[in-house]
């Protein structure tokens, strides 16, 4: 399977532990995006890299949420100090250049307790 | 400011049937691509279909097609000949094109349609 996979699939954590997940995008796509889906809502952006920069960050994104892609490929989104707020569906994105459409993981469901 | 409107929370059809699912935008922008994902109960997002704002002819994958009307800031999705497999949250969204090459989706509040056999 050559789409974009997220792990974990699903994570139930307490509240204030941190979480991290992982997102693996299409392998030759540049460009990577993460995007949060609360109950009954559609997703809403929250972070965007280009490579391994992150050049975009909503402001949705506290201060206790932290994105990385190292060697622009995989990535990483860790919440820290977790809320039950934060109970949502993580979604992860990459597309290949400009105007190109965005491929979707099968996202990762945070319950915190 | 960008906003997506998604007007009908659920939506009943008959299998076979047409349906027609609701989308209108706001933007300043000239230049904006109008997208509808499917999201079945597993929770990923399938890309659907595209349409972008230059865009004269109305797109079509399929049994889908969009009914783009610019003036009236809409972009409804039709889907022909419905099946039972066709159950699920569609989301219509919509891209700007921000700095540095950001392409963020603005998404709806979806529309949960269901096909009674």
């Known amino acids: 399977d050559t789409g974009v996979s997220q792990n974990p699939r699903h994570k139930i954590t307490k509240r204030g532990q941190n979480v991290t997940f992982r997102c693996d995008p299409i392998?030759?796509?540049?460009?990577l995006y993460w995007y949060r889906q609360t109950l009954g809502q559609g997703p809403e952006f929250l972070t965007y890299?280009?490579?391994?920069?992150?050049?975009?960050k909503s402001r949705l994104l506290s201060d206790r949420f932290s994105a990385e892609r190292p060697k622009g490929s995989f990535s990483t989104l860790e919440i820290q100090r977790t809320e039950q707020g934060d109970s949502a569906m993580y979604l992860c994105?990459?597309?290949?250049?400009?105007?190109?459409?965005?491929?979707f993981g099968p996202g990762t469901r945070l319950t915190v307790l | 400011a960008q906003k997506i409107t998604q007007t009908q929370p659920g939506m009943f059809v008959q299998e076979k049937e047409a349906v027609t699912l609701d989308c209108t935008y706001d933007?300043?922008?000239?230049?904006?691509?109008l997208f509808w994902y499917k999201q079945p109960s597993s929770g990923e997002m399938i890309f659907l279909i595209y349409?972008?704002?230059?865009?004269?002819q109305n797109a079509t994958e399929g049994r889908y097609s969009l009914n783009f009307q610019k003036a009236r800031k809409s972009a409804n999705l039709v889907i022909s000949a419905s099946q039972l497999g066709d159950s699920a949250m569609y989301f219509c969204?919509?891209?700007?094109?921000?700095?540095?090459?950001?392409?963020?989706?603005?998404f709806g509040t979806g529309t949960r349609l269901t096909i009674i056999p």
């Open positions: 994105a990459s597309s290949l250049g400009m105007g190109n459409e965005q491929f």
């Open positions: 392998s030759e796509h540049n460009r």
């Open positions: 890299f280009q490579n391994e920069a992150q050049l975009e």
């Open positions: 933007t300043s922008d000239q230049s904006y691509g």
């Open positions: 349409q972008g704002s230059y865009d004269e």
């Open positions: 969204a919509m891209r700007l094109w921000g700095e540095f090459g950001n392409e963020k989706l603005t």
